[in-house]
């Protein structure tokens, strides 16, 4: 009788166990953290599909506020700078926009950049760690970048061509958005990296109003003051319509900053509550100033008051408490109601006071946000710091922040000005500034009828 191959067996069954075991290691391996994809958290990308929603509802908003405080035959040609922008950097944010803001530092940080951010054409696939779709990210970022530039619009409504505008949104949104943008928001940018904290601008302070409301002052300036103004009063067409855009706006802005906390939770409903507090004092802080220096408030004015508020909290709503929000938006409030008095006593020309409300209201917040930052915020930044972290060192975070956003943007947006208007031509010829931009160079009328006036 012939004995059983046992060995062979015994190797056989060797060979069967390490194989189980090295599949259980790699299983164990594989399922270790950060190993995994993250997975789609509904509850963040649910809010976030809405922020991003709400922002856009902005950019329509904007233009019923604008197209309201212009005369009635420069409705349409106003209104249709903030579509513009809709269009013409709605294209531009997917096809690289997003790349030179959220991309890696390149030359020197001045931008950054990533192939696979080009087009969107990498992220297809992506989900960020906080658990909702790069795309979603994207989308959102693509709303802020599409309202900087109509901003800027108000400043010098009713007198420029719109198809030098349009050359300049697309150029400007190039060389001064996206490089604000990652140097404030990119995790290598050198304003996110600047002190233990960095400088501090939770939805766009700096990146979004400073810029715009500087941008816009320095083309203001560029271009002179309208044809009449300020000997002939320029009466608003339909302040209807613009306090049914302050209220889009309102609406919007919590999209806008309580969106910037990418989440749905604390930190969401931090940064909404004090939105809320700092447009509800900013209105009433204006209406009392109104009435206690005219005699009576307007509508303009609260509209103003609202825009104030929203402005000034803008880089503070993720650090601040709600007291910090209330009292920021009444600083705000006083401050832009004397800029426009100062405007008017000078007798520059902007038009709609896009540098009085967004210049002046972002400044304001993203400099004293200092004084009212959460305790838990300065004792993380402590910590980073390696020691104690004070007040007054964000304070200079803050306020060398603001100063280089203000250089930069003022520096470009000259040298833009003076380049498109030696090549195409800025301001509109005089007969067609008097016929008015909706008649000559859009061969329209808003309200379906010709009105020089």
């Given at each position: 009788m012939s004995q059983p191959a046992f060995p062979a067996t015994r190797r056989k069954t060797r060979i069967v166990v390490l194989c189980a075991g090295f599949l259980a290691v790699a299983a164990i391996a594989l399922a270790q953290p950060g190993a995994e994809e993250p997975n789609v958290d509904s509850g963040a990308t649910a809010w976030m599909l809405t922020s991003t929603a709400l922002v856009l509802l902005m950019i329509p908003g904007l233009a019923m506020f604008y197209g309201g405080l212009v005369r009635t035959k420069n409705v349409l040609g106003t209104m249709m700078h903030s579509f513009a922008a809709m269009a013409i950097v709605g294209v531009l944010w997917v096809v690289c926009g997003y790349a030179m803001s959220f991309g890696p530092s390149v030359l020197g940080g001045w931008f950054g950049w990533k192939w696979d951010y080009f087009f969107l054409k990498g992220i297809d696939t992506t989900i960020l760690d906080v658990g909702v779709p790069e795309y979603v990210f994207a989308m959102f970022q693509g709303k802020f970048a599409i309202i900087t530039p109509a901003l800027i619009a108000g400043a010098f409504a009713e007198r420029i061509r719109f198809r030098t505008y349009c050359v300049f949104i697309t150029l400007w949104s190039l060389l001064v958005y996206n490089p604000l943008c990652h140097w404030v928001w990119a995790s290598d940018g050198f304003?996110?990296?600047?002190?233990?904290?960095?400088?501090?601008?939770?939805?766009?302070?700096?990146?979004?109003?400073?810029?715009?409301?500087?941008?816009?002052?320095?083309?203001?300036?560029?271009?002179?003051?309208?044809?009449?103004y300020p000997e002939r009063a320029m009466h608003p067409s339909n302040l209807v319509m613009t306090l049914t855009g302050a209220g889009l706006l309102w609406v919007g802005w919590f999209g806008f900053n309580a969106g910037s906390s990418v989440s749905s939770g604390l930190a969401t409903a931090q940064a909404l509550t004090a939105t809320q507090a700092a447009a509800a004092a900013g209105a009433l802080a204006w209406m009392l100033?109104?009435?206690?220096?005219?005699?009576?408030?307007?509508?303009?004015?609260?509209?103003?008051?609202?825009?104030?508020?929203?402005?000034?909290?803008?880089?503070?709503?993720?650090?601040?408490?709600?007291?910090?929000?209330?009292?920021?938006?009444?600083?705000?409030?006083?401050?832009?109601?004397?800029?426009?008095?100062?405007?008017?006593?000078?007798?520059?020309?902007?038009?709609?006071?896009?540098?009085?409300?967004?210049?002046?209201?972002?400044?304001?917040?993203?400099?004293?946000?200092?004084?009212f930052i959460r305790e838990a915020w300065m004792a993380d930044a402590a910590t980073n710091a390696g020691g104690a972290w004070t007040v007054l060192q964000q304070l200079w975070v803050q306020i060398k922040a603001v100063g280089i956003s203000i250089a930069y943007a003022s520096t470009v947006t000259i040298v833009l000005a003076f380049v498109l208007d030696k090549t195409l031509g800025l301001r509109l010829p005089r007969e067609q500034e008097q016929a008015g931009m909706d008649y000559s160079l859009h061969g329209e009328s808003a309200y379906g009828m010709l009105n020089l006036g």
């Open positions: 304003l996110f990296n600047m002190g233990p904290g960095g400088a501090i601008d939770f939805a766009g302070g700096t990146v979004v109003h400073i810029s715009s409301g500087i941008s816009g002052l320095t083309l203001a300036l560029y271009l002179g003051a309208r044809r009449g100033i109104e009435g206690i220096h005219q005699g009576k408030p307007t509508s303009l004015g609260i509209a103003s008051g609202i825009l104030a508020g929203l402005v000034a909290v803008t880089p503070a709503a993720g650090v601040v408490q709600p007291y910090g929000a209330i009292i920021l938006g009444t600083i705000a409030a006083i401050i832009c109601y004397c800029a426009i008095l100062l405007k008017n006593k000078l007798g520059y020309d902007d038009s709609l006071d896009a540098f009085g409300i967004h210049g002046v209201g972002g400044i304001t917040g993203a400099i004293l946000l200092a004084f």
